[in-house]
């Protein structure tokens, strides 16, 4: 099933993942409905947060990557009206765009070919993160 996330720099080596922090636990929100996940992206900017993106992602891919990171996730199903908290995280694990560095980029290899050692592991878990 694809559901809809929110993404901040969509499509960089910067990109976060916004997530709720429900006590100790990081929570991704997948919205059944792309309408429904807009509108939560309005109400973040609304909060003076940076302006998210709506990625259609498959709901298997998210639930793998919450796993690996010890995320929980949550599918906010279609008409229900999720919320943003009133107070966000003071400090991202992302930076906006805008202040972002530039970086050259490697050469890319085939997905089943790319390698990462511990570090780089850790750099990548550390962005996609996202939002605590």
Known sequence: MRVYVLLFNAGTENEGIHTIQMGDRNTVLMFEQEEDATRFAVLLEAQDFPAPSVEAI???EIKEFCRSVNYDWQLIEAGELAVPPESNVE??????????????????????????????????????????
């Open 58 to 60: 498959e709901d298997e």
């Open 91 to 132: 400090q991202t694990d992302w930076q906006p765009e805008s202040e972002e560095k530039p970086t050259q980029k490697p050469t890319q290899k085939p997905e089943s070919e790319v390698e990462y050692s511990p570090d780089e592991l850790d750099n990548i878990r550390r962005r996609l993160e996202g939002l605590l």
